[in-house]
C-alpha cells in the first residue's frame, strides 16, 4: 500500500519559515517524481514543486526563491523548506507521487493531474 504522511505545518508570522516532512511506504521511492501541491481556503489546487528521482527540482513562480524542495532517498522521504512566508502561501499542502516511472519536463511536472497518490496533508498558517 502507498502512503503519504505529511508533516512539519504550523502557524507562523509572515516572514517565518517552516520545514515539511513527507514520509513514504509502500514504492520504490528513488526511482518516482515527488511533489508539493497546496490548496488554499475556497481555492483549486496548486502546483509548488516537484523533485525529480535525481534530486532536480522544480518550483512555481509564486514560491521561487523562497521555497526549497529536497529528498533523501535513504530515509524514503520528501522535505519543502518555506522561507519568506506571506499570507497567501496559507494552505493545506500535500505531498504526492507521479504517476509512472520515467522523465518528466518543466511542464508536465506542474500538472497535478499526473500525481496519482497523495498523503493526508499538512496545514500551513500565515499570520501577523
Known amino acids: 500500500e502507498v502512503r503519504l504522511v505529511a508533516s512539519g505545518g504550523g502557524l507562523v508570522q509572515p516572514g517565518g519559515s517552516l520545514r515539511l516532512s513527507c514520509a513514504t511506504s509502500?514504492?520504490?521511492?528513488?526511482?518516482?517524481?515527488l511533489g508539493w501541491i497546496r490548496q488554499a481556503p475556497g481555492k483549486g489546487f496548486e502546483w509548488v514543486s516537484g523533485?525529480?528521482?535525481?534530486?532536480?527540482?522544480y518550483y512555481a513562480d509564486s514560491v521561487k526563491g523562497r521555497f526549497t524542495a529536497s529528498r533523501d532517498n535513504a530515509k524514503n522521504t520528501l522535505y519543502l523548506q518555506l522561507n519568506s512566508l506571506k499570507t497567501e502561501d496559507t494552505a493545506m499542502y500535500y505531498c504526492?507521487?507521479?504517476?509512472?516511472?520515467?522523465?518528466?519536463?518543466?511542464?508536465?511536472?506542474?500538472?497535478?493531474?499526473?500525481?496519482?497518490?497523495w498523503g493526508q496533508g499538512t496545514q500551513v498558517t500565515v499570520s501577523p
Open positions: 504526492a507521487k507521479w504517476r509512472t516511472v520515467g522523465p518528466v519536463s518543466g511542464s508536465t511536472v506542474k500538472e497535478v493531474t499526473n500525481y496519482d497518490s
Open positions: 509502500g514504492f520504490t521511492f528513488s526511482i518516482y517524481v
Open positions: 523533485v525529480t528521482s535525481g534530486g532536480s527540482p
